[in-house]
Structure formats: C-alpha cells, structure tokens
C-alpha cells in the first residue's frame, strides 16, 4: 500500500491521496493551518477507528453476522515534547441482528485481528528511505 502527501495552496494545506481517494489535512489555525483539514494526530486516531470499524463487518460477514451500526471514539493523551500519543484508548457500540454475547464475541475478536491496531501494538519501525532537498528562489510579490 502506498498513500502520498502534497502540499498545496503555497503550503498552506496539503492533500493525501491513495488510488482514488483522497482527504485535506492541514493544521489549526494556531499552528499555521487554516483549519481545512485532518492534522496528523486526528489522522492517526482516525485510522484506528476506522480500521476496526471495516474489521468489524469483515469479520461479522465471516461468521454470518448482520452488522446494522458500529461507533468507535478513539482518544489519546498528547505529551512530551516532541509530543507524541499515550494512552491511546477507544471505544465501541456494535448494532448487529445477533444475541448481545455473539455481538460482544465479535467485538473482542476484531479488538485481537485489526490491523492498524496490531501494528502500533507491537511497534514498527519507521525509516526515512528517500529524501530530496531543493533551494528554489521564490520572486517577491507586489
């Protein structure tokens, strides 16, 4: 899988895309943004919402479970400096057509299987591979 990111607007917001799909990300306004977008710590929360929410009807269609609804609230604690996530927790509420203990089954399965969650679970190395850096004159405008 690969995503890209490109700053866009003179830098003042960025877009991230993978296949056809694609989101603004951008920072508050107190930190330089405009405020357009997800910010990388909203997107990282995001991704493990999202990851266990697709998980969840996965894995329900593989035990022949109808899913009508799932909730998830992902919250973190931003400290250090750099600042960085802890006590990253979440929650959630499965409606499914199927007793409350086969509904709460699941929900501890796809709480072991999800992906986005195993990988931070058990950490991953992040490497920089590539890197370009290019001086550009930039005209002064009237």
């Known amino acids: 899988m690969t995503v890209h990111v490109r700053s866009a607007h003179e830098g003042t917001f960025s877009v991230g895309w993978s296949g056809t799909h694609s989101l603004v990300i951008d920072r508050g306004p107190d930190d330089g943004g405009q405020g357009m977008g997800f910010n990388g710590g909203q997107l990282l929360l995001l991704s493990l919402g999202a990851c266990y929410?697709?998980?969840?009807?996965?894995?329900a269609a593989?035990?022949?479970?109808?899913v009508l609804g799932v909730r998830v609230v992902v919250e973190c604690d931003w400290v250090g400096e750099p600042p960085r996530a802890e006590h990253v927790r979440y929650s959630t509420r499965v409606e499914a057509e199927a007793p409350e203990d086969e509904i709460m089954e699941l929900i501890?399965?796809?709480?072991?299987?999800?992906e986005v969650h195993n990988t931070l679970r058990a950490?991953?190395?992040?490497e920089l591979v590539d890197a370009e850096a290019i001086s550009?004159?930039?005209?002064?405008?009237v």
């Open 53 to 59: 929410a697709n998980d969840v009807f996965r894995e």
């Open 62 to 66: 593989s035990r022949g479970l109808t």
């Open 123 to 126: 950490g991953s190395a992040i």
């Open 108 to 114: 501890r399965h796809v709480d072991e299987v999800a």
């Open 136 to 141: 550009l004159q930039v005209e002064t405008r």
